[in-house]
C-alpha cells in the first residue's frame, strides 16, 4: 500500500514564524502535491513538483514555498506565518504522467497560526 | 482558474434512505474523479470517470459522468452509517496534465 506521512498532525505557530511543514511518500511517486482544506472551498493546490527540483505554481502559491531535494520528500514552507494561512495542510503523491492517476493523500496538518 | 460546484453543501439523512449529489462545472472535464474524505484522515479516491455517459458502480454507490463531461453525480443506495463523510469531486481539464481542481465538497451525515 501506498504510504504518505506528514510531520505532524497538528502544529501551532506565532505570526511571523518560519513553517516548515514535510511530507514523505514511500512509493517512488514522480509526483508530490500540497493543498490546503478550508471549509466551503474544498481543496486548493499550493504547489506541485513533477521531479526532484521541479515545481509549479498552483493556483494560491502566494506566501508558500516549496522544495524537492529528494523524490520522497516534498516540503512546503510558510517564510512568514500569517493568521490567514490557519489551516489543514494536505500532502499527496501520484505516480505520475496522467490526470487520471490516482492521488495519495497523507493525514493532514492542521496549523494554527496566532 | 476552472471551478467546481459541488451540491448540496450538506446533506443529513436517516439510514436506509437514497441520495445523489452533485458536481458541476461550465468547462468541460476531461477526467473525473471522486474521493471520500472521512475526519482525521486524508481523502480515498472512489472512482475515475472518463467517457461521457459513463456509469460506474462500487456496491451501493453509482457514479455518472455527464453526456458532456461538464457534470457528474454520485447516487447512494439505502445509505449506511459507515458513507458518513465529506464527498469531494475533483475534475482534470487537460488530458495528460497531472493537476486536479478540486469540488466545494458535500459533507454527509447519515443519522443511524
Known amino acids: 500500500d501506498v504510504k504518505v506521512t506528514q510531520s505532524s498532525r497538528y502544529l501551532v505557530k506565532r505570526t511571523g514564524e518560519k513553517v516548515f511543514l514535510e511530507c514523505v511518500q514511500d512509493m517512488d511517486h514522480e509526483n508530490m502535491f500540497w493543498y490546503r482544506q478550508d471549509p466551503g472551498l474544498g481543496l486548493r493546490l499550493i504547489y506541485f513538483s513533477y521531479d526532484v527540483k521541479m515545481k509549479e505554481k498552483g493556483d494560491i502559491p502566494e506566501g508558500y514555498s516549496v522544495s524537492r531535494e529528494k523524490k520522497e520528500r516534498f516540503s512546503l514552507i510558510l517564510e512568514s506565518a500569517s493568521t490567514n494561512q490557519t489551516s489543514m495542510y494536505l500532502c499527496a503523491s501520484s505516480s505520475g504522467g496522467e490526470s487520471t492517476d490516482t492521488q495519495y493523500f497523507g493525514p493532514g496538518t492542521r496549523l494554527t497560526v496566532l | 482558474t476552472q471551478l467546481l460546484e459541488q451540491s448540496p453543501q450538506f446533506l443529513s439523512i436517516q439510514e436506509g434512505e437514497n441520495l445523489t449529489v452533485y458536481c458541476n462545472s461550465s468547462s468541460v472535464f476531461s477526467s473525473l474523479q471522486w474521493y471520500r474524505q472521512e475526519p482525521g484522515e486524508g481523502p480515498v479516491l472512489l472512482v475515475t470517470?472518463?467517457?461521457?455517459?459513463e456509469v460506474k458502480k462500487l456496491k451501493r454507490l453509482t457514479f455518472q459522468f455527464g453526456d458532456a463531461r461538464k457534470d457528474s453525480s454520485l447516487h447512494i443506495t439505502a445509505a449506511q452509517p459507515g458513507d458518513t463523510g465529506l464527498y469531494l469531486c475533483a475534475g482534470a481539464f487537460n488530458f495528460g496534465n497531472e493537476k486536479l481542481t478540486f469540488g466545494t465538497g458535500t459533507r454527509l451525515t447519515i443519522i443511524p
Open positions: 470517470v472518463v467517457t461521457g455517459g
